[in-house]
């Protein structure tokens, strides 16, 4: 049951904000929405990835971004990278650098998820203490590019599709 979550912003198929919805309505009939992530990467040019947790709703036990979720009712699209960033990694304060923004349509396990999703990355050194959120965050692992590359040429199944495309279209990986 999605009750637990607030509402999230709906917007038009030019990412206008037009309301806000249950998460259950936005998948349900397929509205447009706004979700942020995170990227991370310390000062030797490491990404750090999640796992997620077995409990999520979807793409459970994938690699991921390092934070990300919906932009909530009343939050905009850095208010939510922040919030996540502090909640599933315990980073806070992170200067935070847009990439870009890029829509996708798709059906994924039962759901139209119809989105616009910005993209940010944090710089922060190596040895910077995390504290991931265990409902959501299974662990946070440090890739280097190298590894990274032959993780997803071995089981790309094991890497959300955004994460996969943000890493082409941001990082040229």
């Given amino acids: 049951m999605l009750h637990k979550y607030p509402p999230v912003v709906v917007v038009d198929e030019n990412d206008n904000v037009t309301g806000f919805a249950s998460l259950e309505k936005v998948w349900r009939d397929g509205l447009y929405?706004?979700?942020?992530?995170?990227?991370?990467?310390?000062?030797?040019?490491?990404?750090?990835?999640?796992?997620r947790s077995g409990n999520v709703k979807i793409y459970p036990g994938c690699w991921d971004h390092a934070a990300g979720g919906h932009v909530d009712q009343d939050q905009t699209y850095e208010q939510a990278a922040i919030t996540e960033l502090a909640e599933e990694t315990g980073l806070h304060d992170q200067q935070l650098t847009v990439l870009g923004t890029h829509r996708t349509n798709t059906t994924e396990h039962g759901r139209t998820i119809n989105q616009f999703e910005r993209a940010y990355l944090a710089r922060v050194?190596?040895?910077?203490?995390?504290?991931?959120?265990?409902?959501?965050?299974?662990?946070?692992?440090?890739?280097?590019?190298?590894?990274?590359?032959?993780?997803?040429?071995?089981?790309?199944?094991?890497?959300t599709p955004g994460l996969l495309f943000g890493l082409r279209e941001y990082f040229k990986i």
Avoid: M, Y
């Fill in 125 to 159: 050194h190596h040895d910077i203490k995390l504290t991931p959120k265990p409902d959501e965050v299974s662990k946070l692992q440090w890739f280097t590019t190298a590894e990274l590359k032959a993780a997803i040429a071995q089981e790309p199944e094991s890497f």
């Fill in 33 to 51: 929405h706004r979700v942020a992530s995170v990227f991370v990467q310390d000062n030797h040019g490491c990404f750090l990835l999640q796992l």
